[in-house]
């Protein structure tokens, strides 16, 4: 099969976990002997190296940029694909590629790796809590609460790409599968008004760590792994830890780094951003791992890789969580935002070190059933055969 994978990213190339998840997929159907196309461009090109004039035509064309539409026509007569899977179309490929691939008569594949075809914030989030006011999609309470950002502009770009998308019917007319990363995910985008029978759920996947690193050291600490934004939940984490007298690292960097460094404690430790091969041998050696997130999340690929090293996770119970992490099983939820609640789960992991063994081995289930290649690489071309039939009706 020849397969164009496609993906707009945020910043530069390479960078972010749906740029991990296009590469690992990428690298995955070329080793079971698929011809793979990467088509990659960059916001970068209009934040970092973009003229005045060139942000304004960029804004301009959010709903349907002519150039990307014919670079992507481009492309197709030339490699010829049977599929196009696209992973991201924010800002610069804009939702006008979809319509290309239309025309030339080639089925499409989405990746809803956000929330961004049901919340025009992409994020379900307002103030720190979970909002899904727009889900009835009428968007404009964005423009006055300013969800996707606190710069006005750019919440305004936010809001002008959801509106035409929507408009287009979320762009159901052209895309042929949609793929969510959860039942939960799913259902919210049903309720946004994809149809269901387009919507396969397919969660993200990791090569199995425990290949290069078959040793699991003795416990010493729990550990954090992300970017440090209001989102992730760790000043509640933070806060929670002031009365644990056991060792908490906290790997990653972001916005909030110097604000929550003031609130550390001395059983906090800031390791920050580390090569993702480090990261790993960090979340190796430790108890069990922290996911105190306030907004749903898609597939935390840090959450994988946790449960695949065999640590138990305490999770905030939201979303796609409830699915990933079974309660008393291979780790524990705790209502968001509920600092008593965290410390009591987290208590119960320190002082039961039989309770924790058991609980990462479960965890070590959990990643063996559910996220390894092979099971996603049988679900991707369930997908794509899906996709490439309802081509071949239209």
Not at 68 to 83: A, L, M, N, W
Not at 207 to 224: C, E
């Amino acid at each position: 099969m020849r397969i164009l994978i496609v993906h707009n990213h945020y910043g530069r190339f390479a960078q972010g976990g749906e740029a991990n998840v296009m590469n690992a997929e990428a690298q995955l159907l070329a080793e079971h002997g698929h011809e793979v196309m990467k088509f990659e461009r960059t916001n970068a090109e209009i934040y970092e190296t973009g003229t005045l004039t060139k942000k304004i035509s960029a804004f301009c064309n959010l709903r349907w940029s002519q150039k990307s539409y014919q670079e992507i026509k481009k492309v197709i007569r030339s490699f010829r694909p049977d599929i196009m899977h696209v992973h991201n179309y924010k800002y610069v490929l804009t939702p006008s590629i979809f319509g290309a691939a239309k025309d030339l008569g080639v089925s499409t594949v989405l990746t809803l790796h956000n929330y961004r075809l049901a919340c025009p914030g992409g994020q379900f989030l307002r103030n720190g809590s979970v909002c899904e006011d727009c889900l009835d999609g009428f968007p404009y309470r964005m423009l006055w609460h300013r969800c996707a950002s606190d710069n006005f502009f750019k919440n305004l770009a936010q809001f002008y790409l959801y509106w035409g998308t929507r408009q287009r019917k979320l762009l159901t007319p052209w895309v042929d599968a949609y793929i969510a990363l959860s039942d939960f995910g799913k259902s919210k985008f049903v309720v946004a008004g994809l149809p269901k029978k387009k919507i396969f759920v397919k969660p993200n996947f990791i090569d199995d760590p425990l290949t290069v690193n078959q040793q699991r050291p003795s416990p010493g600490y729990a550990i954090f792994v992300g970017r440090l934004s209001k989102e992730k939940g760790v000043d509640i984490l933070i806060d929670a830890w002031r009365d644990i007298d056991y060792p908490l690292k906290i790997v990653g960097d972001g916005p909030l780094l110097a604000k929550l460094r003031e609130k550390t404690t001395p059983r906090i430790s800031f390791e920050g951003s580390l090569p993702h091969v480090d990261s790993l041998q960090q979340v190796s050696q430790s108890g069990f791992f922290m996911l105190p997130s306030v907004w749903y999340e898609g597939c935390p690929m840090t959450l994988i890789e946790a449960m695949a090293l065999g640590k138990p996770v305490i999770a905030s119970d939201l979303g796609p969580r409830q699915e990933m992490v079974k309660d008393g099983y291979n780790g524990f939820l705790y209502p968001p935002h509920d600092v008593n609640a965290l410390q009591r789960k987290v208590m119960e992991l320190i002082e039961n070190p039989a309770l924790r063994d058991q609980m990462g081995c479960n965890a070590r289930s959990t990643y063996v059933e559910n996220y390894t290649p092979e099971k996603n690489y049988t679900r991707l071309m369930d997908i794509y055969r899906y996709a490439i039939s309802r081509g071949e009706q239209a």
